[in-house]
């Protein structure tokens, strides 16, 4: 069994920095997705990385901005976001699989979810 926990959510300005960390617990050697969502919205993959961090993705909605990275040492995944705008706004959640997926993400079941952390950037 493994437990997916996010931190490092809350409020900033927009143009602002947050990171957001997700710790694994148990077996480590898992792809991480980094999604988000706001109420009425779909869920949004907002970047991913296998389980060596060989390889890495960003949405386009994101890129330049936001960096995935992950210390296996730590069982820790962050997404450094900086350069935040009010569209960012959303719970953030991770997710973790077996299977690494690298497009059309939402068509995939994930074995684990963590709980999901808030961010909020005001204009």
């Known amino acids: 069994q493994v437990q997916l926990v996010e931190s490092g959510g809350g409020s900033v300005q927009a143009g602002g920095s947050l990171r957001l960390s997700c710790v694994a617990s148990g077996r480590t050697n898992y792809n991480i997705y980094w999604f988000r969502q706001t109420p009425g919205k779909e869920r949004e993959l907002v970047a991913a990385?296998?389980?060596?961090?060989?390889?890495?993705f960003s949405a386009d909605s994101v890129k330049g901005r936001f960096t995935i990275s992950r210390d296996n040492a730590k069982n820790t995944v962050s997404l450094q976001m900086k350069s935040l705008k009010a569209e960012d706004t959303a719970v953030y959640y991770c997710a973790a699989s077996g299977v690494l997926h690298t497009s059309s993400w939402d068509r995939y079941e994930y074995d684990y979810w963590g709980q999901g952390t808030k961010v909020t950037v005001s204009p």
């Open positions: 990385i296998n389980w060596s961090g060989s390889w890495a």
